[in-house]
């Protein structure tokens, strides 16, 4: 029978102040399940996720190979640039993990390949952080389980383990300087300088990372404020105090490196993320419903996100009182939200949101535990063991199938992508590696992909471009005659959304009217990427190419129902 008066277990968690026990919302047992208990429910954890990984397959985006081309030449001495031999733009914004992928390049190893594994890799570690800051949490081994089993149950953390990009990463990053905060805020001081060089890190990885380096700042004075006789004169604050401010001094100092390497100080993902919704607010509705409703291309997952933000309100409101550790945690979770919330982003499975999941967990899972205790105690009125694991056993079927019932739209709709681009992107990229003349170069908009198996320059023109994502602030559509046509390409290739007709953005208007354009460029080929996308080739006039090229030129009839 669970007793109502909390315990909290000494040798597994930092000692709790007299206001965090009040805060918990679980009753602990007099007996803890032992660490060869939990050490297996983390390795079924781990192997639900794996399995649900590889159900889910490979998804792998075109921002993706953005980042791969950044690392290669990064690896290979070239400098932090999209095309090599050309000045430095900040087209990426996961730094720390180009840096990774360059340590793999380096060893001569497949990054797409790799950047797969290491995702994989860092998707089960994630477990292991999850049930660290669970702990901390309900205080409680057994019932800590509860947070990692949700995050192995959870299709779109599955989908983006494996997905190339920093999103493994981010979480990992984003949940072990969380958890080395939580230790220093239970008093073990030596984890604040860890925390500190942990998110710096994080900011490295992606630039919203800088939210969570303010808000541990934030919480951590206002820790340090608290009880200032304790701990302002104490000797040892100078720990938390040097950590942090060692902190914001080397924050600064990146700053002004990417200052004067880049050129600017607004990073250019900025213009691309959030450009749109700065110009034009009214712009936020439409990303936000984008979260609730079905889009033309990916699943929206507000029947995901509505219940964790609901379960977690109940926790807070009925069975827990929130200390600051609580306040500090939901204040990352909550205004990273918001954030990514306004954020433009068309990738299937919430991809920014994956990272934010495993911490609302944490308290989502309060009213879960409450609702498995509940079971518990009614189920040992009939006195029989196996009423109880029965009665368990439904609670947990029930949340599971809830949890997976969105599994396999999301493999759909990663794995209607991943065949898009393998049939229509990839070859399209390999047929310009084959047949462009030496040292072209293409204008183009998705310069994932195609950039990264052609090898060619690349002049970036989309209106939400990475490495030209700030020309529509600055120089309005007609900058995008003068970025596509000024170094006269080789090769325009446009984002249609139909493949039969030119439908392309109404930014790109002013180019096509552009002379540059209709004397010097001809339409070779179309490539059908998917029933409402397809690419548009143009050739400038004078280049030449064999035969064997429009022979070998990407099939565009790979689709059923074209």
């Given at each position: 029978?669970?007793?109502?008066?909390?315990?909290?277990?000494?040798?597994?968690?930092?000692?709790?102040?007299?206001?965090e026990i009040a805060s918990s919302p679980l009753a602990v047992p007099d007996k803890e399940i032992s660490w060869q208990v939990v050490a297996l429910g983390l390795v079924a954890c781990a192997a639900a996720l794996l399995a649900l990984e590889r159900y889910m397959d490979i998804y792998m985006p075109d921002d993706a190979y953005i980042t791969y081309r950044y690392a290669e030449n990064l690896a290979a001495g070239k400098g932090?640039?999209?095309?090599?031999?050309a000045p430095p733009v900040e087209g990426y914004s996961n730094l720390s993990w180009i840096i990774l992928l360059a340590g793999l390049s380096r060893l001569k190893l497949d990054i797409p390949v790799w950047a797969a594994n290491l995702g994989a890799l860092l998707s089960v570690v994630n477990l292991a952080l999850v049930y660290a800051l669970s702990l901390q949490i309900v205080r409680h081994r057994g019932w800590a389980l509860v947070a990692p089993a949700l995050t192995s149950l959870t299709a779109p953390y599955a989908l983006w383990?494996?997905?190339?990009?920093?999103?493994?990463?981010?979480?990992?990053?984003?949940?072990?300087?969380?958890?080395?905060?939580v230790l220093g805020m239970a008093g073990r001081l030596w984890t604040y300088p860890l925390a500190a060089a942990a998110l710096f890190v994080l900011a490295l990885t992606r630039h919203d990372g800088a939210i969570p380096m303010a808000l541990s700042g934030l919480f951590v004075l206002i820790w340090l404020l608290r009880n200032p006789k304790s701990k302002i004169r104490d000797p040892k604050s100078v720990i938390p105090i040097a950590s942090f401010g060692a902190l914001a001094l080397v924050y600064i100092?990146?700053?002004?490196?990417?200052?004067?390497?880049?050129?600017?100080?607004?990073?250019?993902?900025?213009?691309?993320?959030?450009?749109?919704?700065?110009?034009?607010?009214?712009?936020?509705?439409?990303?936000?419903?984008?979260y609730f409703t079905r889009g033309p291309h990916y699943s929206a997952y507000g029947d995901l996100l509505v219940p964790v933000f609901g379960l977690a309100a109940a926790d807070l409101v009925w069975f827990r009182r929130a200390s600051l550790r609580d306040w500090y945690i939901l204040s990352c979770a909550g205004t990273l939200s918001l954030l990514y919330f306004v954020s433009e982003s068309y990738n299937p499975g919430i991809r920014y949101m994956v990272p934010v999941l495993p911490m609302l967990y944490l308290y989502a899972q309060g009213p879960i535990i409450r609702a498995l205790q509940s079971v518990l105690r009614a189920a040992e009125r009939y006195r029989n063991a196996w009423r109880q694991w029965l009665a368990i056993a439904g609670v947990c079927a029930s949340i599971a199938l809830f949890m997976l019932v969105m599994a396999p739209r999301t493999r759909y709709d990663g794995e209607r992508a991943e065949i898009g681009k393998d049939q229509a992107l990839y070859p399209l990229g390999m047929w310009l590696r084959q047949y462009a003349p030496p040292n072209s170069t293409v204008a183009l908009q998705d310069i994932g992909v195609i950039a990264y198996y052609s090898g060619l320059r690349v002049i970036d023109d989309n209106p939400g471009a990475l490495t030209n994502g700030d020309v529509i602030y600055k120089s309005g559509a007609e900058g995008f005659s003068d970025i596509a046509l000024g170094p006269q390409p080789e090769f325009l290739i446009f984002t249609s959304n139909s493949w039969r007709d030119p439908n392309f953005n109404p930014v790109f208007d002013p180019l096509k009217e552009d002379k540059r354009f209709t004397k010097n460029y001809k339409l070779y080929d179309k490539v059908a990427f998917w029933e409402d996308r397809g690419y548009w080739v143009y050739v400038r006039q004078?280049?030449?190419?064999?035969?064997?090229?429009?022979?070998?030129?990407?099939?565009?009839?790979?689709?059923?129902g074209r």
């Open positions: 029978m669970l007793e109502t008066t909390p315990k909290p277990d000494i040798e597994t968690v930092a000692t709790p102040t007299r206001d932090l640039v999209f095309n090599a031999a383990a494996r997905g190339g990009l920093e999103t493994m990463w981010y979480a990992t990053l984003l949940l072990l300087s969380v958890w080395l905060t100092a990146y700053t002004w490196w990417r200052w004067q390497y880049f050129g600017q100080l607004v990073p250019t993902p900025f213009f691309s993320r959030l450009g749109g919704t700065i110009s034009d607010p009214s712009q936020i509705l439409l990303t936000w419903g984008s004078d280049v030449h190419l064999p035969r064997e090229a429009a022979q070998d030129f990407p099939i565009t009839q790979w689709y059923e």
